[in-house]
Nanobody, 124 residues
Framework: QVQLVESGGGLVQAGGSLRLSCAAS????????MGWFRQARGKEREFVAA????????RYADSVKGRFTISGDNAKNTVYLEMNDLEPEDTAVYYC?????????????????WGKGTLVTVSS
């Protein structure tokens, strides 16, 4: 079992930055690929970013490419999402996920573990 706890959400003005953290317990992150999804009010949940546990490769949604960066610290069992140049459209609950396969995260397959989410609000 893997438990995921997100933190770092909050209110920020457009153009600002936030860094989300996802602390994992129960298993080492090196065994899993990790990622972030988000869900805005009234919209479907969407993929944001992922990092492969085996290769360190990353993948991003087109809407965040160039603005968001995903990284991991295996020693701390923590994954981060650095978000820059935030836009009101980035307002959503952000969820951390973990899965044994990178493919499942980036292609929306069944994902093993989800955090409870952290709210990011970007004001215009």
């Amino acid at each position: 079992q893997v438990q995921l706890v997100e933190s770092g959400g909050g209110l920020v003005q457009a153009g600002g930055s936030l860094r989300l953290s996802c602390a994992a317990s129960g298993r080492t992150l090196a065994s899993y690929s990790m990622g972030w999804f988000r869900q805005a009010r009234g919209k479907e949940r969407e993929f944001v970013a992922a990092i492969s546990g085996s290769t360190g490769a990353t993948r991003y949604a087109d809407s965040v490419k160039g603005r968001f960066t995903i990284s991991g610290d295996n020693a701390k069992n923590t994954v981060y999402l650095e978000m820059n140049d935030l836009e009101p459209e980035d307002t959503a609950v952000y969820y951390c996920v973990a899965d044994r396969t990178f493919f499942s995260i980036i292609h929306g397959g069944a994902i093993d573990y989800w955090g409870k989410g952290t709210l990011v609000t970007v004001s215009s």
